[in-house]
């Protein structure tokens, strides 16, 4: 029995930093510190975590956000789940924890970053959990010492989670609802793992075209409103976006 509750002391934090650790294996500089779920936790972010017992298992960090103009929102820095929990929806719990807590608090939008090769996530944002994506940030937190990025620029795409939108609400329910049409496809192949893994400058070459396929569509004013896996591809639909 999983259960998901918010963080609230040091030894909570010590433990989802210690979590962080074995599941991205990151050098201690490139570690999200014990501060900086503190801080958090007391300017308006959140901390979640899951927990099998007393082990926690996977964990989430949002910190606060502005837009220009004054739009408050949340960015949802950081989500893991221990190896050995994960595809059991550990995950999905923590994200829905998040949504639960933000539209209690009147917020609309939580944002995160995530990796255009990693198709598995991307099903999962845009598939299980409703988001839409319009940005795409080359290279954005540099080359970092995790070998889950396989030393491949950290080239991001943003997650839009409108909370209370009845495409969020239809999508996570699991109910029926009326998809806006794709006008355009970008597909990433089916093995990019592997090709992470054992041919770099090949998975490379993946990463620099569907990059520069992105910016096109996200500077026609399109977005990413679905994904579709099929045996070859992890295929990003695009097409147009209202937020009603």
């Known amino acids: 029995m999983i259960e998901v509750r918010a963080l609230a002391t040091h030894e909570q934090f010590t433990e989802a930093v210690q979590l962080q650790q074995?599941?991205?294996?990151?050098?201690?500089?490139?570690?999200?510190?014990?501060?900086?779920?503190?801080?958090?936790?007391?300017?308006?972010?959140?901390?979640?975590?899951?927990?099998?017992?007393?082990?926690m298992v996977g964990f989430c960090l949002a910190i606060p956000g502005l837009k220009a103009g004054g739009g408050y929102y949340l960015h949802s820095h950081m989500l893991g789940v221990a190896d050995g929990y994960r595809d059991l929806g550990v995950g999905r719990r923590l994200k829905l924890a998040q949504r639960k807590d933000a539209v209690a608090r009147g917020i609309q939008l939580l944002e995160w970053t995530f990796d255009p090769l990693e198709l598995k996530n991307a099903y999962f944002n845009m598939e299980r959990l409703g988001a839409i994506v319009r940005r795409y940030l080359p290279n954005q937190?540099?080359?970092?010492?995790?070998?889950?990025?396989?030393?491949?620029?950290?080239d991001r795409l943003v997650a839009e989670w409108w909370v209370s939108t009845p495409r969020v609400g239809s999508i996570v329910d699991g109910d029926a609802f009326d998809r806006p049409r794709a006008t355009d496809r970008i597909a990433v192949p089916s093995n990019i793992a592997e090709l992470r893994a054992q041919e770099p400058r090949q998975a490379r070459a993946v990463q620099a075209e569907i990059?520069?396929?992105?910016?096109e569509c996200f500077g026609q004013g399109l977005?990413?409103?679905?994904?579709?896996?099929?045996?070859?591809?992890?295929?990003?639909?695009i097409g147009k976006w209202e937020s009603s």
């Open 22 to 55: 074995k599941i991205w294996g990151f050098a201690e500089i490139d570690l999200l510190p014990v501060r900086l779920f503190v801080v958090a936790t007391k300017v308006g972010g959140q901390a979640f975590g899951a927990y099998d017992g007393a082990r």
């Open 141 to 154: 937190y540099g080359t970092t010492s995790s070998p889950l990025h396989g030393g491949l620029p950290t």
């Open 211 to 215: 990059g520069k396929r992105f910016q």
């Open 223 to 237: 977005a990413v409103i679905g994904f579709e896996k099929t045996p070859e591809a992890g295929v990003y639909l």
